[in-house]
C-alpha cells in the first residue's frame, strides 16, 4: 500500500540563500602592545631576530583584566551596535577557540548574556575548538547552516578569539591577542565559496596544550613550520584540481587569483608560505612564460614539493621569485598579523580585515580571494571568497566599521620590561580562585569589557567600560567610532510559518507586506 504525502502540513516551498558569506565584521585587539624592535634589545637576542627573522612588528598583549571570555564579549557586542543587528534576528552564534578558562563551559554560554534582555534563548551553535582552525569551521558551520533545510530565515554570528602566550624563550615574540566577529547570511558583500574548497587533516604533536595547570603550550617549532608547509601543499594541489574540474578542465591559475590571506603565526612564515604556493606552481608547468625565460630555475624542475621542506637554497629562491607576486597579492593582508601577532583561530579573519582597509571597497570590486585555514594537530583548508558587486555599499560599511589603521594607532606602546612583569604576573595567578584582578581599566578602550573578580568556585564576572568614561588616555575618546546606520534590508514573511526570507529590491520595495530592518 502506498502512503499519500500529507500535503496539508507541508510548508511552503522556501525561496533557496544565495551568496551567502560574511556581511558584517568587527575586529578587537588590546590597547597596549610591544615593540618587537625594542624586545629584541630587552631579550638580549641579534637585532633583526624578531623583526626580520620572524617579519613582525609590533605584537599586542592584554593585562589580567581581560580575558578569553572578555574579547568576545566586546568584540561581539561591538558588531551587534556598531550594525545595528537586533538580538532577536540571530538564530546561530558560533565561537573558534582554543583559549579557555573552563574545560566543560562553552564561551558560546557566557555570550548569551548580550541576548538576554531581548528573550532570545532559541539560538544554535556551541564552541569549536581545534588550535587555530576553530574560527574557520565555526565560519562553514555557519554558512552551511545558512545553505540547509535547518535555516530558520534569521541571521547566524560566528566569534573567533584567541590570547597567545608563550613562556619565557624563542616562542614568546610570536604571541598576540585579539578576536573578529562576522555576521553571516545571505546576499553577503563577501561570499564564501560553497563548493571550491580543499582540506587536509591528520594526526600530529607540532603543537599541543596537555598541561592543565597552565595556559603555555607544547610547542616543536621546526615540526609546526613542516606540518603547515605540508598542509598547504597538499591543500593547494586538491585546490587546483577541484578549480581545474568546476572550470572545465581549464588549468588553474595562481595569477587568477586577486589576492592570497594565511593563517599567520608569524609573517616570515606567510612569506615562506606563498613561495610554496610558486614553487608548486612552477613545478606543475616548468614550461610556463613566467618560468621560461628563468634559467637558473631549471636546476629544479625535477624536484619533488615532499622533498624540499628543509631546503633552504629553493626556500630562497622561490622567495625572491615569488617577492613581486607576494607584494601585489599578500602583503595588503598583512596588517593585522604584523601589528598584533598571532591571534590564533581571528589570524586568517584579521588578514581579510587588513586586506578590506588596505585595498578599501572599490578597490576590491569583482575581486577573488584565496584563504589558507591552520590549526595544529593538524587540521587545514583552502577555500575562497568573491566579491558580491550588488553589495557594494555593505562593503564599503565594514571598511567604515573596521577603521583599522586609526585604530591601531591609538593604541598605547608598553615597554618590554612592563609586558615582561605583566606576563609574570598572570603565568602566577593562572588557575586562581577567590581573585579581583589589579590592573587598571583606565587604559582600556570604552565600551570593552573587564573582568571583574573570580570568585570562591572559579565563576567569572565581567563589566563593561561605559562610552561616556573618561580617563587620563583621552585620546582613546578620539578614536571611538560610531559609524551612520546601515541601508535598510527589506524582509518578506511567508504567512503560513513566518519565516523570513531576503528581499533582492530594497531598499525600493513597496509590498504592503514587507517589513524592514535596519540592517543589509
Known sequence: CKMNTPHDNTPPARMRPVNVGIKAMEVYFPS?????????????????????????????FC?????????????????????????????????????????????????????EESGNTDMDGADVQNACYGGTAAVFNACNWVESASWDGRFAVVVCGDIAVYAEGNARPTGGCGAVAMLIGPNAPLVIDPVLRAFHMEHAYDFYKPHLTSEYPEVN?????????????????????????????????LRDLDYCLFHSPFNKLVQKSFARLVLADFLADPARPEYAGQQA???????????????????????????????????????????IGNMYTASLWGSLVSLLNEIGAEGLRNRRVMLFSYGSGLTSALFAIH????????????????????????????????????????????????????????????GTFYLVKVDEKAR?????????????????ILCTFTPPPPPPLCLSYYAENHQQVPCNVAPQCLKKDHSFSSLQ
Open 32 to 60: 597596549t602592545y610591544v615593540n618587537q624592535q625594542n624586545l629584541e634589545v630587552f631579550d638580549r637576542v641579534s637585532k633583526g631576530k624578531y623583526t626580520i627573522g620572524l617579519g613582525q612588528t609590533n605584537m599586542g
Open 63 to 115: 593585562s589580567d583584566r581581560e580575558d578569553i571570555g572578555s574579547i568576545c564579549l566586546t568584540v561581539l557586542q561591538n558588531l551587534m551596535e556598531k550594525y545595528h543587528v537586533q538580538p532577536e534576528s540571530v538564530g546561530r552564534l558560533e565561537v573558534g577557540t582554543e583559549s579557555r578558562t573552563d574545560k566543560s563551559k562553552a564561551i558560546k554560554t557566557l555570550l548569551m548574556k548580550i541576548f
Open 221 to 253: 617549532g621546526p615540526a609546526s613550520i613542516k606540518c603547515y608547509l605540508k598542509a598547504l601543499d597538499l591543500c593547494f594541489a586538491r585546490f587546483r584540481n577541484k578549480s581545474r574540474a568546476l572550470n572545465g578542465g581549464k588549468p588553474f591559475d
Open 297 to 339: 630555475l631549471n636546476k629544479y624542475k625535477e624536484m619533488k614539493l615532499a622533498d624540499t621542506y628543509t631546503n633552504r637554497e629553493i626556500e630562497s629562491v622561490f622567495m625572491k621569485v615569488a617577492r613581486p607576486l607576494y607584494d601585489e597579492k599578500v602583503a595588503p593582508g598583512v596588517t593585522t598579523a604584523k601589528e
Open 387 to 446: 566579491v558580491n558587486t550588488a553589495q557594494m555599499e555593505a562593503l564599503h560599511h565594514i571598511v567604515q566599521v573596521t577603521d583599522l589603521k586609526r585604530r591601531l594607532a591609538c593604541r598605547v606602546e608598553v615597554s618590554p620590561a612592563v609586558f615582561n612583569s605583566i606576563l609574570k604576573e598572570k603565568e602566577s595567578l593562572y588557575g586562581t580562585k577567590n581573585y579581583a584582578p589589579k590592573a587598571s581599566i583606565d587604559g582600556l578602550v570604552p
Open 460 to 476: 567569572r564576572t565581567y563589566a563593561r567600560k561605559p562610552h561616556a568614561s573618561m580617563s587620563r588616555l583621552q585620546r582613546f
